[in-house]
């Protein structure tokens, strides 16, 4: 089986729960505590062995590729000052000279339209997605635990986790055939299901490792629910197709970075777990609680 090296992030959305902020910063670049969005992603790909970067992006997205970009003055400055834990930070964001490469999405047409315009890049490999404003705060990275449960099963992985029934309309939905524990597969998907229709409460998030046979299925796709291109139905006509569809309860915990109450609460979790922030920051949330009660 080939392994996965390709990894396309698809950032063209346009992210309109963070306006004003998204009308000129992109929300990948939006930070916790101090590291973009983007980052997390990034790292988390290289983890897994990912060693080509696919961003599909759109307009007003040029800060992403200028981000990724080296900044030879900052660094000489930096140098200068003898500022090398900066130096070593910025390193992190460096990529090496064709290992990331950007594709516009020229309309908004959704997620799998989004990943259908990488397909070029992906040629025939099983290649992986990941939704940066899905940020997994895990031991073991949630695309690396992801790629070793490939190497056993091949066909498609997707992430998922369980969510309160009442949240399953803003998810697609696996509806499983049979439940082996951390794996499940899977006889069906719904895109957003209605309340009463959900097949499970086992919701996909934003990590796929998907076969070349996804892209083929997008190249024929019409619009799907909400009158975009989806993801989800494109890896649901792969069930029954001798390439397996499986779903995949990571260990770790997931946040919703694409919401304000999602983004907050990361931004809580990530402070505590600083070390040069947990002492400050803590005390400082503890007292906020202490006041809110103290004025109920
Ligand atoms: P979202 O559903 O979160 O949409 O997309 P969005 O545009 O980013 O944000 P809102 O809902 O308007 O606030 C999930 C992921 O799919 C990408 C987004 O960039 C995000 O990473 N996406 C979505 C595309 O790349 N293209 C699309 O046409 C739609």
Redesign the pocket.
């Known amino acids: 089986m080939r392994k996965v090296t390709k990894a396309i992030?698809?950032?063209?959305?346009?992210?309109?729960?963070?306006l004003p902020a998204?009308k000129s910063i992109p929300?990948?670049i939006m930070t916790l505590v101090d590291r973009p969005l983007i980052q997390y992603a990034i790292d988390e790909a290289r983890a897994a062995g990912i060693t080509e970067f696919i961003f599909?992006t759109?307009r007003g997205k040029s800060a992403l590729e200028d981000y990724f970009d080296h900044a030879p003055e900052l660094e000489s400055a930096l140098r200068a000052k003898g500022k090398d834990k900066l130096l070593e930070v910025l390193e992190t964001t460096n990529m090496d000279s064709g290992a990331i490469a950007y594709i516009r999405?020229h309309?908004?047409?959704?997620?799998g339209?989004?990943v259908w315009c990488a397909q070029r890049l992906i040629g025939n490999e099983p290649f992986a997605v990941i939704?940066?404003?899905d940020v997994i705060s895990a031991e073991k990275p949630c695309l690396a635990q992801m790629v070793e449960a490939h190497e056993e099963t091949g066909g498609n992985i997707v992430a998922a986790m369980e969510v309160p029934p009442e949240k399953a309309s803003a998810y697609g939905v696996l509806d499983i055939a049979e439940d082996m524990g951390s794996l499940v597969s899977v006889k069906g998907m719904v895109e957003k299901p209605k309340a009463d229709e959900a097949p499970s409460n086992l919701a996909v998030i934003?990590r796929y490792i998907l076969t070349p046979r996804v892209m083929r299925q997008l190249d024929r796709a019409n619009a799907g629910a909400g009158g975009?291109i989806q993801l989800t139905d494109a890896i649901a006509a792969q069930i029954g197709s001798g390439q397996g569809v499986y779903g995949f309860r990571f260990r770790g915990q997931r946040f919703d970075c694409?919401s304000k109450a999602g983004f907050l609460q990361a931004t809580v979790a990530f402070g505590l777990s600083r070390d040069d922030l947990r002492d400050e920051f803590g005390q400082y949330l503890q007292d906020m609680m202490a006041l809110r009660k103290a004025a109920e």
């Open positions: 992030f698809p950032v063209a959305g346009l992210g309109t729960r963070f998204t929300k990948e599909v759109s999405q309309k908004p047409l959704g997620l339209h989004a939704l940066p404003d934003g975009e694409g």
